[in-house]
């Protein structure tokens, strides 16, 4: 089976550009996870989605990020305008009946110059 | 509130030397999973094991294992025979039971030397 996907790999875009990071889960995963990780703050869960919703976006930095699952094998997570302070290893993660047992995507890294 | 903390920022360690990680947490929460993640240089987090706090036996899969002990609030993960392939950055979370948050350490990076 394979495993969380997500693209792009690398990204490097200028402040002020759109960056969209996109994540399809593991099938049959009903809960699906954007998660942040930089050295200063370590990993930080940005939103939580399950079955499709939205139930936690209190990690969201601000309202530049916002993040859709159209349906169950896939979802985006939008920067529009980013910043520099946005540079970061974004990882999606899904997950199915273990609680806590989450399935990492191999990350998208974000560098805004 | 919930808190991890790995104290170990970095160990390096010989190929065939034993390794122990040290993981202290924090929770109000009467019920909790703990957990190990490795995030070899690939990139992505791997799932290694998941805890009960009802539960504090030890456990051993292969070259790892982890000791439990409520009483000092510590999750410590021991792998055994380093090998090159260990090298990796390992971390430490909690959750409480049925909350899909988890609470990870700032983690430790493993690195085994040949």
């Known amino acids: 089976d394979a495993g969380v996907i997500q693209s792009p790999r690398h990204e490097v875009t200028e402040m002020g550009q759109e960056v969209t990071l996109r994540c399809k889960p593991i099938?049959?995963?009903?809960?699906l996870f954007w998660y942040r990780q930089t050295m200063m703050r370590g990993l930080e869960l940005l939103i939580y989605?399950?079955?499709?919703?939205?139930?936690?976006d209190s990690g969201m930095p601000e309202d530049r990020f916002s993040a859709k699952m159209p349906n169950a094998s896939f979802s985006t997570l939008k920067i529009q305008p980013s910043e520099p302070r946005d540079s970061a290893v974004y990882f999606c993660?899904?997950?199915?009946?273990?609680?806590?047992?989450?399935?990492f995507g191999e990350g998208s890294r974000l560098t805004v110059l | 509130a919930q808190k991890v903390t790995q104290a170990q920022t970095e160990i390096s360690v010989v190929e065939k030397e034993d390794v122990t990680l040290d993981c202290v947490y924090e929770?109000?929460?009467?019920?909790?999973?703990l957990f190990w993640y490795k995030q070899p240089p690939s990139g992505e987090l791997v799932f290694l094991i998941r805890?009960?706090?009802?539960?504090?036996q030890n456990e051993i899969s292969g070259r790892y294992s982890w000791n439990f002990q409520k009483s000092t609030s510590s999750f410590n993960f021991t792998i055994t025979a380093s090998q090159v392939v260990d090298s990796a950055v390992y971390f430490c979370a909690l959750s409480a039971i049925n909350d899909y948050k988890l609470s990870f350490g700032a983690g430790t990076t493993v690195t085994v030397r040949a």
């Open positions: 989605f399950n079955n499709n919703v939205p139930i936690d």
């Open positions: 929770t109000r929460d009467t019920t909790y999973y």
């Open positions: 993660a899904s997950s199915g009946a273990g609680v806590g047992e989450l399935f």
């Open positions: 099938s049959g995963h009903n809960s």
């Open positions: 805890r009960n706090s009802f539960d504090e």
